[in-house]
C-alpha cells in the first residue's frame, strides 16, 4: 500500500480545492436523495385525496429544483476534482521524467524503455482515474448510501432498513476476496503493456534492419506474441472485475425481495403507510446505482494500487551516481585532468575493466585513447563523465577530485561526443544548439563549417530546420558523427571527449576536422580570455590519434604501450603492427619495403610534423 502515499500526499497539499469539490459532489447526491421521500408523501396524498393542482405543482416545482442544484452542484464539484486530477498527472510525468535524469546507466540497462514508457503512459492514467472519476463516484455513491439509508431508518422504518441493506454486508468479503486477485491482474496486464511497448520501440528504432534482412514476419510474430500476451492478461482481469461487479446488483437484488416480502407484511399490518413503502422501494432501487460506482471504485482502487506501487518503486529508486555530502566545489571546470592509479570494476562483478590507469591532459593537450573492443576505453569515458563513480582519489580536475564537483557542473565542464553519435528527433539547428535554449544560428553554422557538414546540410529540403527524425534516421552516419561533433564544438566546453566519433567519416574529412579542432582547441572564439581545451579521442582508427600529443594503448584494462605515435611506431609493438594494418602499407608478399624502411618514412613524417609545430610555436613568441 505504499503507493497510495503518492495520493494521500497530493490530497494534504490541495485540501481546499478536494474539499469544495467533494462537498459540492456530496450535496447533489444528498439532494437527489429526498426525491423518493417526496414521492411518499405525494403518494399519501394522493390516496387520501388531499392534493390539489396548486399543490401537485408545488411538488413538481420542488423535485425540479432539487434536480437543477444536484446538476449545479454535482457539475461543478468534478469540474474541480478533475481539474486537480490532471495536474496530478502533469506532477507525476514531470517527476518521473526528473527521475530517470538522475538514474545511473546501470538502470537502464536492467529495465526496458517500454516498461518506463508504460509507467509515464497506462499508470499514471490509472492513478488520474483514481483521484477524478474514482473520487466524484466514490462521493457521490457514498453520500447517497448514507442519505438514502439515513432518511429510510428514520422516515420510515429501521426494521425495513435493516432487511433491505442486510445483504451488503456481504460486500466486504467480496472486497477481501476478490480484491488481491484484480490488483495482481492489473499489474501483470500492465507488465504485459509494457513488453508491448518495448517490443514496437525496438522494431521501429531497427526497421531499416528489418526491412535489410527480409524480417518483417518475424517481428510481426514477435509483436503478436506480445499482443496476445496483453489479451490473456487484459481478459482475465476484465473476468475478475465483471464477477465482482455482478455481485454487486445481486447483492441489491436480493435486499430488494426482503424489502417487498416485508414492506408488503408491514402495509397490511398498517405498520407502515403506503407512501412510507412506495418511498423504500424507491430507495432500494436508488441504491442499486451508488453500490454500481462504489464497486467500479473498488475496482478503480485495486488497479490504481499495483499502478502507484510500480510508480513509486521507481521514484523511491537510489541512483548509484548522486552529489556527495558535504561541502562541494561549485566552481567552473578548467585547467587539466590528471588520473592516478585508477583501478575500477562494475557493481557485481569481480573482474576489473581498468587496472592502474595513470595520465595527465593539459589544457591545450591531446591525449589519444586506443584499444581492442572490451579494453575498457568507454568505460573510462564514462568515469570522467561520472555516469558511473571512480574510487576516489583517482580522477581530478586541477588536483580536485571529481566526487566533489556537482554532477551538473562537472557535466556543464565536459563536452562529450558518443560513440553512435546520437541525435534527438528534431531540427539540425537545435541539435547542434542542444546545449543552449536559445540557439545561436550564425554559431551553429560555424560549428557545421568547422566539422565539414555545413554543405551537407545546405543540401537539406528546409537546410538547418530539418527535422532529423528519430535518432537522427534521416541522415547518414557520417553526417550524423559530424553533426555530434558540432554539438560538442557548440558547447564550447574546456573539456572535450570524443568516443570513436570519426568511424563512419573518411580519412580525408577526418584529418580536415581533426586539423580544424586542433586549432580550435587553442582558443574559444567569442571570449575575451583564451582558455585551452584539453582533449580526449578515443578510437579504433590510429589517423584519429596520430597527431595526440600522447597516446595509450589499453588491452584488457591495462597501458601496454604509451607515448607519441613516432615513439610507438620506432617501438614494433602493438600499435606500430595496428598501424601497418590499417594504413595498409606494409602486408606480406605486397609491399617492397621492409617494416624498418617504413617506419623510418613515417617517423620521419611526424619529426617533420613536430618541427613545423615547434617552428610555429616560436614564431608566436617572438611576435
Not at 486537480?84 to 527521475?99: A, S, V, W
Not at 538514474?103 to 529495465?111: A, K, N, T, V
Not at 439515513?150 to 422504518?157: G, Q, S
Amino acid at each position: 500500500m505504499s503507493g497510495l502515499r503518492i495520493v494521500g500526499s497530493y490530497f494534504r497539499q490541495n485540501w481546499i480545492i478536494y474539499s469544495v469539490g467533494v462537498s459540492m459532489v456530496a450535496a447533489g447526491s444528498l439532494f437527489a436523495a429526498q426525491i423518493p421521500s417526496i414521492l411518499g408523501h405525494v403518494t399519501d396524498s394522493l390516496r387520501d385525496s388531499k392534493l390539489g393542482t396548486m399543490e401537485i405543482a408545488a411538488y413538481v416545482g420542488l423535485i425540479a429544483l432539487i434536480g437543477v442544484t444536484r446538476v449545479a452542484t454535482g457539475w461543478g464539484g468534478r469540474i474541480l476534482v478533475h481539474y486537480k486530477g490532471r495536474q496530478l498527472t502533469y506532477r507525476l510525468r514531470k517527476d518521473l521524467f526528473e527521475k530517470w535524469g538522475t538514474l545511473s546507466p546501470s538502470y537502464y540497462h536492467r529495465h526496458s524503455v517500454g516498461d518506463m514508457i508504460s509507467h509515464a503512459l497506462s499508470d499514471v492514467e490509472v492513478v488520474r482515474e483514481l483521484v477524478s472519476m474514482g473520487l466524484n463516484q466514490g462521493v457521490s455513491g457514498i453520500a447517497m448510501l448514507i442519505g438514502a439509508t439515513y432518511l429510510m431508518a428514520v422516515h420510515v422504518d429501521w426494521r425495513l432498513t435493516l432487511a433491505g441493506l442486510g445483504p451488503l454486508l456481504f460486500i466486504p468479503l467480496l472486497v477481501k476476496l476478490l480484491g488481491p486477485k484484480i490488483r495482481l491482474q492489473s499489474q501483470l496486464s500492465q507488465e504485459a503493456l509494457g513488453a508491448m511497448a518495448q517490443t514496437t520501440e525496438e522494431v521501429i528504432g531497427g526497421i531499416r534492419t528489418v526491412k535489410a534482412f527480409g524480417t518483417e514476419q518475424v517481428v510481426i510474430g514477435r509483436f503478436q506474441s506480445r499482443v496476445d500476451a496483453i489479451v490473456d492478461e487484459k481478459m482475465r482481469f476484465v473476468r475478475l472485475s465483471a464477477l465482482f461487479g455482478a455481485l454487486l446488483p445481486l447483492l441489491v437484488n436480493i435486499g430488494f425481495i426482503f424489502v417487498l416480502g416485508y414492506g408488503g407484511f408491514l402495509v397490511t399490518m398498517k405498520a407502515i403507510s403506503l407512501g412510507d413503502f412506495v418511498a423504500f422501494t424507491l430507495y432500494v432501487a436508488m441504491l442499486r446505482m451508488p453500490l454500481e460506482q462504489l464497486g467500479n471504485v473498488i475496482n478503480l482502487v485495486q488497479r490504481s494500487i499495483a499502478s502507484l506501487n510500480r510508480i513509486d518503486e521507481l521514484l523511491h529508486v537510489v541512483p548509484e551516481v548522486f552529489d556527495r555530502t558535504g561541502p562541494l566545489m561549485d566552481i567552473p571546470l578548467q585547467g587539466s585532468i590528471r588520473v592516478k592509479g585508477l583501478t575500477f570494476c562494475y557493481p557485481g562483478s569481480d573482474r576489473d575493466v581498468l587496472n592502474n590507469i595513470s595520465f595527465c591532459v593539459n589544457p591545450g593537450q591531446t591525449l589519444g585513447i586506443i584499444g581492442a573492443m572490451g579494453s575498457g576505453k568507454s568505460t573510462l569515458a564514462n568515469l570522467l563523465l561520472r555516469l558511473s563513480d571512480p574510487p576516489e582519489g583517482t580522477i581530478f580536475v586541477n588536483e580536485h577530485d571529481i566526487l566533489h564537483y556537482p554532477l551538473a557542473r562537472l557535466r556543464d565542464g565536459i563536452a562529450y561526443v558518443p560513440q553512435d553519435g546520437f541525435l534527438f528527433s528534431t531540427t539540425v539547428l537545435e541539435n547542434i544548439a542542444l546545449s543552449d535554449e536559445y540557439p545561436d544560428r550564425e554559431n551553429v553554422e560555424r560549428c557545421a563549417g568547422i566539422t565539414a557538414v555545413h554543405k551537407n546540410i545546405l543540401s537539406f529540403p528546409e537546410k538547418y530546420d530539418t527535422e532529423v527524425g528519430e535518432r537522427g534516421v534521416r541522415l547518414s552516419g557520417g553526417q550524423k558523427q559530424r553533426i555530434a561533433i558540432a554539438r560538442m564544438i557548440y558547447k564550447d566546453a574546456p573539456f572535450q571527449i570524443m568516443d570513436d566519433s570519426l568511424s563512419a567519416v573518411d580519412t580525408a574529412t577526418e584529418r580536415r576536422i581533426l586539423d580544424n579542432l586542433r586549432e580550435l582547441s587553442k582558443s574559444s572564439p567569442g571570449h575575451e580570455e583564451v582558455h585551452d581545451k584539453a582533449t580526449i579521442i578515443i578510437s579504433h582508427r590510429l589517423s584519429a590519434v596520430q597527431r595526440a600529443d600522447e597516446i595509450l594503448v589499453l588491452d584488457e584494462g591495462r597501458i601496454i604501450e604509451r607515448g607519441s605515435h613516432a615513439l610507438l611506431i620506432s617501438q614494433d609493438g602493438i600499435y606500430a603492427e595496428q598501424w601497418f594494418m590499417q594504413a595498409g602499407q606494409f602486408e606480406e608478399g605486397e609491399s617492397d619495403k621492409s617494416p624498418a624502411d617504413v617506419q623510418r618514412e613515417i617517423s620521419q613524417l611526424d619529426l617533420d610534423v613536430e618541427i613545423e609545430a615547434l617552428e610555429a610555436g616560436r614564431l608566436e613568441e617572438a611576435s
